[in-house]
């Protein structure tokens, strides 16, 4: 996977995003402040933007300055959380030119700790980390069994699903979200679909052309 592999990616998030901002707004209204769709979709349009007008040439370079304009443009706890994910995996990948499948897992690993590190939320908390923590681990563990690309991204993207599900029947205990306590319950997270949307961004992207 090269650069225009990651590029392919976020041109698929930011796609999505728009696509389904309206979805994700309302879910952050059920338990939030009604903004989650608006926020990514402005933010992933600037990134769009700035990744037209650089033209990073490394996956890396690609995903710091993901990251970077997410944190400039994201206003809301999501903006510094996605922006020092993908800041975090593009710091992983260094300036490789190419990115395979054991790197990748790297990549997504390091997005993980830095969006724990910074939110300080665990598993069961009603946040992104539910979405990304059980997608992280299924990825790591198919690329070590030797799963193709097809068999990993599979896995990722079904438990990315299975744990944006599982935030239904949680109480959110960080963010905004824990301010109504066991009123949280019943209602999907907003930061775990639009995680599980990003993570199917990947495999889609993937499953269209040569990585
Ligand atoms: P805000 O809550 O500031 O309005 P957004 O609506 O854009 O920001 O994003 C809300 C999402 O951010 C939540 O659904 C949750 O997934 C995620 N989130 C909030 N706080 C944390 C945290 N401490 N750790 C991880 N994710 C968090
Ligand atoms: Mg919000």
Same mark, same amino acid.
């Given at each position: 996977?090269?650069?225009?592999?990651?590029?392919?990616?976020?041109?698929?998030?930011?796609?999505?995003?728009? $696509?389904?901002?309206?979805?994700?707004?309302?879910?952050?209204?059920?338990?939030? $402040?009604?903004?989650?769709?608006?926020?990514?979709?402005?933010?992933?349009?600037?990134?769009?933007?700035?990744?037209?007008?650089?033209?990073?040439?490394?996956?890396?370079? %690609?995903?710091?300055?993901?990251?970077?304009?997410?944190?400039?443009?994201?206003?809301?706890?999501?903006?510094?959380?996605?922006?020092?994910?993908?800041?975090?995996?593009?710091?992983?990948?260094?300036?490789?030119?190419?990115?395979?499948?054991?790197?990748?897992?790297?990549?997504?690993?390091?997005?993980? $700790?830095?969006?724990?590190?910074?939110?300080?939320?665990?598993?069961?908390?009603?946040?992104?980390?539910?979405?990304?923590?059980?997608?992280?681990?299924?990825?790591?563990?198919?690329?070590?069994?030797?799963?193709?690309?097809?068999?990993?991204?599979?896995?990722?993207?079904?438990?990315?699903?299975?744990?944006?599900?599982?935030?239904?029947?949680?109480?959110?205990?960080?963010?905004?979200?824990?301010?109504?306590?066991?009123?949280? %319950?019943?209602?999907?997270?907003?930061?775990?679909?639009?995680?599980?949307?990003?993570?199917?961004?990947?495999?889609?992207?993937?499953?269209?052309?040569?990585?």
């Amino acid at each position: 996977m090269d650069a225009e592999f990651f590029r392919a990616w976020i041109a698929e998030i930011a796609a999505v995003v728009q $696509d389904q901002r309206d979805h994700l707004t309302q879910l952050d209204a059920a338990i939030g $402040d009604a903004d989650h769709g608006t926020n990514l979709a402005r933010g992933f349009t600037a990134v769009q933007t700035a990744l037209g007008d650089a033209s990073p040439a490394t996956p890396g370079a %690609v995903l710091q300055l993901t990251g970077r304009t997410l944190i400039s443009t994201v206003g809301g706890a999501s903006g510094p959380l996605y922006g020092t994910a993908f800041r975090r995996a593009a710091k992983a990948l260094g300036d490789s030119p190419g990115v395979d499948l054991a790197a990748l897992a790297g990549a997504l690993a390091a997005a993980l $700790d830095g969006v724990r590190q910074l939110g300080a939320a665990g598993e069961g908390e009603k946040t992104m980390v539910d979405a990304l923590a059980p997608a992280v681990a299924a990825f790591a563990k198919a690329v070590g069994d030797g799963a193709d690309s097809t068999t990993a991204l599979a896995a990722l993207t079904g438990a990315a699903d299975a744990g944006a599900q599982a935030t239904i029947g949680m109480q959110a205990t960080k963010g905004r979200a824990s301010y109504l306590g066991p009123r949280s %319950v019943g209602h999907e997270d907003p930061g775990a679909a639009s995680s599980a949307l990003i993570l199917h961004a990947l495999r889609d992207v993937a499953a269209r052309g040569p990585a």
